[in-house]
């Protein structure tokens, strides 16, 4: 069966990645490529066991294609009656090959393909009472006595004291690889923000990435490690400086915070080319005809103004100063969580007067 619990997800991802994306690439179906309109974000099509051509969604529709033209077919979904279920017939097929034909309805099989299964609890509840509802998140697994207890109103799906948990599915839309090169994409070819062009003037990727969503995808997940829960960021700038493509031995992945820390010393953003534009973290006070520097510390939100200097040199050497103090100190700090060569590029890093339209 292709599903992936979510406890364990991270855990495919890392060490059995390969056959994480074939097993779900098998069994979840591409709805975009079949033209298939979703009643919902969440809603993927997911093929039953040991049948060819029928699928499953969740939220609660069966579609096959055995008609000639490879059409998708829906079944009924409604009974008319809030109290009753539907009932499907599907072809599945016995290990020798022989056609068999049974007999199912939408929560058993909603339940099996979405739904975790607790030891003990056989019967499958609809949460709102609608039997037409079979939304996965409307059901939940209950005991014989327990659903006695629901149809009798004696008591409430809140008093059971427990939520249901869902199978995680392995999708372009869901694996968190497949987002992050969407978002790297979209910042070296696809960008509409006058800011995100110019902050990402001229970058671009590798062709084994622009071609390949999988073998990005791989990489992430060959390079990828947990930092305390922390967002994680793809960096193309720590190991090579002035880097502006994202590639395979290029690249990185750090923890947000130090990501940050550092896209804040290399980039300088300005709203108009035509702007002036000084070195990294200066800024001029036409008022007192003098140059200063901004900083933000780590762990706060409000910017600090430095002293002020007669030239532009004087105050980027200021804010060079406590900006490298401050990426060593983070180093410090993740020290026993990054791996070893990204410490060591941190403790060396040197911030740089970076112009982004002269890089």
Request: charged share 35%.
């Amino acid at each position: 069966m292709a599903y992936i619990k979510v406890k364990d997800r991270r855990r495919f991802e890392r060490k059995e990645f390969r056959d994480y994306i074939k097993l779900s690439d098998d069994k979840v179906l591409d709805t975009k490529k079949n033209n298939i309109d979703l009643l919902g974000d969440d809603e993927i099509f997911v093929q039953l066991e040991d049948t060819q051509h029928y699928w499953i969604s969740s939220h609660g529709r069966l579609t096959n294609n055995m008609r000639k033209d490879k059409t998708f077919f829906f079944h009924k979904m409604d009974s008319g009656d809030q109290k009753r279920s539907v009932h499907w017939t599907i072809v599945t097929y016995d290990i020798d090959g022989t056609a068999l034909h049974e007999e199912t309805s939408p929560e058993i099989l909603v339940a099996k393909y979405f739904l975790i299964k607790p030891t003990g609890r056989n019967k499958v509840w609809h949460i709102d009472e609608n039997m037409n509802n079979n939304y996965y998140k409307n059901l939940i697994y209950v005991s014989v006595e327990e659903y006695e207890l629901l149809r009798k109103h004696v008591k409430t799906v809140a008093e059971l004291g427990r939520e249901q948990e869902y199978y995680d599915y392995n999708t372009v839309k869901g694996n968190p690889a497949y987002s992050i090169w969407a978002g790297i994409y979209a910042r070296c070819y696809g960008g509409s923000s006058l800011l995100v062009n110019q902050c990402y003037d001229d970058a671009y990727m590798c062709d084994d990435w622009k071609n390949s969503r999988d073998s990005f995808a791989e990489w992430y997940s060959a390079n990828y490690y947990e930092c305390n829960g922390e967002r994680m960021a793809v960096d193309k700038d720590l190991l090579c400086r002035g880097n502006k493509e994202y590639a395979p031995d290029k690249c990185c992945i750090l923890p947000e915070t130090i990501n940050s820390a550092l896209a804040s010393a290399t980039k300088r953003r300005s709203r108009y080319k035509s702007a002036k534009v000084y070195a990294i973290g200066v800024d001029y006070d036409k008022a007192r005809d003098k140059f200063f520097a901004r900083i933000t510390p780590f762990g706060h939100d409000k910017q600090v103004k430095l002293h002020y200097w007669d030239t532009e040199e004087e105050a980027f050497q200021e804010y060079k100063l406590f900006k490298e103090s401050e990426i060593r100190v983070l180093a410090l700090r993740y020290r026993d969580k990054i791996p070893d060569r990204l410490f060591d590029a941190l403790i060396k890093y040197e911030v740089r007067p970076y112009n982004p339209y002269e890089s």
